[in-house]
């Protein structure tokens, strides 16, 4: 369709209803109060020997030369255009920024952000509002550097450090600190953010002590909301499953649905909405390509399936790892085995007999055939957790990466495969792997729906693996697929019931309604939102009290989350849609201009608003806008071409 037919399309939508946000809903008024982590120490000196000076203690701290490890001794640092002065004044620490187009800026520290392998410091560009600086320091070389050394940011652009990406507030301090709250205020887009505590301090994963205090001093804790267990804390940390999805929080991709902190103690799912295997997340047979945080990994392991979890192998207090080296895999994979792991069968792991290497050698290292590592933020080296047998044969059939030639770069993936098969000739391990079919269902979901049905439909499949061939199956058109899966709408994981809801889209709207309006009551607040979002512009006259009550609210906790993250680009990209979809132009045209405020090089905005220009507003309305989006981003082939159809082509002579 051309661009004159599409904006012809949105011309003949007509303004039916505005979507609003929602009002804001604190805590209970009798939720305890956070005390701070060295009202913990005197009783929990263990746990608070190996929790300071870790990762977690020192994920967000004051800018004190003890904190601050970078040479800020009159160093500096140029990049494309930028300098970056460093100095220290009056036991202040600070950083005079010269950007490309000449502006000069000299910003105090505000605070620190990690410890190792790099350090961040955190710049408040106007009040309350903090940016993660680009430039930083490797604690292992000591040396400044640039995070994205490759990328052409100028400061209009909306990945600049000072962008909505980078604005501390909004995408990194909730898993930096304890008891975070955002607070932005959409109106005149500020920040007036508050925590309990910097860093991610005892109460971050335990929840607030209040009333765990006065119940060590035998007092009445009955009064507390109903909130808190037999010794007054949130989260009780009763099994493996509960114990990772609270270290999932902040350990995984995930869209989140508060503006802060939830309770420690509240289910994952309630708080979050977990990222499936996607292009430019993972690669198709699900290994990291992102920074995915580990849980969508993890969940895709036979580790995960026979019930091990984060605190087998991580000493939660310390973050450290159990034992060093192999020594953390043969705690289970060894002769003795592991009586809490029954199913796996005791053998000599740690042997050139299984790995082929020279003992002590990298190629011994289990990490390095089972883990393979990533590099984000430059020379920080994150781990596979889905600990899978190394498949170079997909590497060559679907290409994704492999162990064997991470290391043996000299070397192709058909020699890794073929020496593998020489190591292991009856192997068992090399049948049909769900890469291969989520891999021909991103190149054609429709040839693959077959395939994708089967993957989806496998229970013996881990969850977050059949949601994303759900997720696929949406792209295959067929409304026969969404009615094949109406059974997995009651799965008992939340995950693939999430995704089993976005397939109904295919669906005619009646089926639609009434195979998702249950879904409205279910336990797990993400399925309510997803729910309610796919029935946004489902034709629905009248529904019972009870249902309507159940739309009401469900409606209402998905418009919180959204209204939780004004500040962000994208959800201004979904309440355009939204406004779209209920027959809105006006309000879509307020989101899309929200965006190309946030970020100006949004191009997929721009072209909303152009094509809405022309469906509503006429010929110069729609150069006009067109104008200022090429302004922006000149070069862009979807606006030229735009611009051509209009007759607008912009002169190649000029800058």
């Not at 392998?117 to 903090?130: A, H, I």
């Not at 309990?196 to 205090?213: D, F, I, Y």
């Not at 973050?319 to 192999?326: F, M, R």
Request: overall charge negative; hydrophobic content about 35%; glycine content about 8%.
């Amino acid at each position: 369709m051309t661009f004159i037919a599409q904006a012809f399309a949105i011309g003949r939508i007509v303004s039916t209803m505005v979507f609003v946000a929602a009002p804001t809903f604190a805590q209970g008024q009798n939720t305890p109060a956070y005390v701070g982590s060295q009202a913990c120490a005197d009783c929990h000196t263990d746990a608070t020997e190996n929790w300071t000076g870790s990762d977690h203690a020192l994920a967000w701290t004051t800018p004190t030369a003890e904190n601050i490890v970078a040479d800020f001794d009159g160093t500096e640092f140029s990049h494309d255009g930028m300098l970056a002065q460093f100095r220290i004044e009056d036991g202040r620490h600070f950083a005079t920024v010269t950007e490309k187009d000449g502006a000069t800026t000299d910003y105090p520290v505000h605070s620190v952000a990690g410890i190792k392998p790099l350090q961040q410091y955190l710049l408040e560009t106007e009040p309350g509002r903090l940016q993660s600086f680009d430039v930083v320091w490797d604690t292992e070389q000591k040396t400044w550097f640039h995070l994205y050394p490759d990328q052409d940011l100028p400061p209009d652009d909306g990945l600049h450090w000072t962008g909505p990406y980078k604005t501390w507030n909004a995408r990194c301090a909730e898993c930096h600190a304890t008891g975070f709250e955002k607070n932005y205020d959409p109106e005149n887009h500020t920040y007036s953010s508050t925590q309990a505590e910097m860093g991610v301090g005892c109460e971050s994963c335990h929840g607030p002590a209040a009333a765990h205090l006065a119940w060590t001093k035998d007092q009445d804790i009955s009064g507390w909301d109903g909130q808190v267990n037999a010794v007054g804390l949130t989260m009780a940390f009763d099994g493996a499953e509960s114990t990772m999805q609270q270290c999932a929080g902040c350990h995984s991709r995930r869209e989140a649905q508060g503006q802060g902190n939830p309770l420690p103690g509240t289910p994952y799912h309630d708080a979050y909405n977990l990222a499936q295997l996607r292009p430019g997340l993972y690669h198709a047979d699900g290994q990291i390509l992102d920074e995915v945080y580990v849980y969508g990994s993890f969940l895709q392991s036979k580790m995960y399936a026979k019930g091990v979890g984060c605190t087998n192998c991580h000493n939660a207090h310390s973050t450290d790892l159990k034992a060093e080296g192999n020594a953390v895999c043969t705690q289970c994979h060894s002769q003795a085995g592991n009586a809490e792991f029954t199913t796996l069968k005791p053998a000599l792991y740690d042997s050139p007999e299984h790995h082929f290497h020279a003992e002590g050698s990298e190629g011994a290292q289990c990490k390095n055939c089972h883990m393979i590592e990533q590099f984000y933020m430059g020379v920080d080296g994150r781990r596979d957790h889905s600990f899978r047998i190394p498949r170079p044969d997909l590497a060559a059939e679907i290409g994704s990466p492999d162990a064997c030639t991470s290391c043996h770069q000299d070397q192709s993936a058909d020699w890794a495969a073929a020496q593998i098969a020489d190591w292991y000739p009856t192997s068992q391990n090399r049948g049909p792997h769900y890469g291969q079919t989520l891999a021909k269902g991103r190149a054609n979901p429709v040839a693959a729906a077959g395939a994708l049905s089967d993957l989806a439909a496998d229970a013996d499949q881990s969850g977050i693996v059949r949601a994303t061939a759900l997720w696929l199956l949406e792209q295959s058109g067929d409304p026969a697929v969404a009615e094949r899966f109406v059974p997995l709408l009651s799965d008992p994981d939340p995950v693939i019931r999430t995704a089993a809801i976005g397939l109904q889209r295919l669906a005619p709207d009646q089926d639609r309604v009434l195979r998702l309006v249950d879904l409205l009551a279910d336990p797990i607040k993400t399925v309510r939102i997803v729910a309610a979002r796919q029935l946004v512009d489902a034709p629905i006259a009248r529904l019972p009290k009870r249902m309507a009550a159940n739309l009401k609210g469900a409606t209402s906790e998905w418009r919180q989350s959204l209204a939780n993250r004004f500040d962000f680009p994208e959800t201004h990209l979904q309440l355009g849609g939204i406004a779209l979809a209920m027959r809105n132009p006006p309000a879509a045209t307020t989101a899309f201009r929200e965006v190309v405020r946030l970020d100006p090089q949004r191009v997929d905005a721009w072209v909303m608003l152009v094509r809405i220009a022309a469906a509503t507003e006429g010929l110069e309305a729609t150069r006009s806008v067109l104008a200022d989006a090429l302004e922006i981003n000149p070069n862009d082939p979807n606006l030229l071409q735009f611009a051509e159809e209009i007759g607008t082509v912009p002169d190649s002579s000029s800058p």
